[in-house]
């Protein structure tokens, strides 16, 4: 079976650095309902839009379009005495952008009597190698579809 929207597709996946260093590597397979849902990145449904199970590729992606650009207007300094006790670096909580859109923010360091936090993506700014490999395509259900994501194994549970 071709993958094609409204196709579920279970795939293997090595995110690395251009330069090779490895950042994140599958160990359960990704599962995704292709065709616009945005449940991966466009450049990749775009790479593996009427392939089937056992095709591989290797995309490199710049930041625009894998995890974005670095927008400094999401970096934040807040005095630690406006955060409860234990906040810890590596840590994530919801703030609002300067228009007021609710926003995951990452706790990057704390000085002292400030907190650093950045709204970027982790991986924005980056220039991005995916490996993928496709193990497995299969029709989406009417639910799925209709929810937009995967259900059962490896997808959404509700």
Request: aromatic share 6%.
């Amino acid at each position: 079976m071709k993958i094609a929207k409204d196709t579920v597709v279970t795939l293997r996946y090595k995110v690395a650095e251009t330069g090779g260093k490895l950042i994140e590597e599958s160990r359960e397979p990704m599962v995704y309902l292709h065709g616009g849902y945005n449940n991966t990145l466009p450049k990749i449904e775009e790479a593996l839009d009427g392939k089937e199970a056992g095709y591989e590729v290797t995309l490199e992606l710049q930041p625009e379009d894998a995890f974005g650009v670095r927008d400094e207007s999401l970096l934040r300094v807040i005095p630690k005495s406006e955060f409860p006790p234990g906040v810890k670096v590596g840590g994530q909580l919801e703030g609002r952008t300067d228009d007021g859109q609710p926003h995951v923010f990452h706790v990057m360091k704390i000085k002292g009597p400030e907190v650093h936090l950045d709204g970027n993506h982790p991986l924005a700014g980056k220039a991005l190698k995916f490996h993928l490999k496709v193990t497995g395509v299969r029709m989406a259900s009417g639910e799925e579809i209709q929810h937009g994501h995967v259900h059962g194994e490896h997808g959404h549970h509700h």
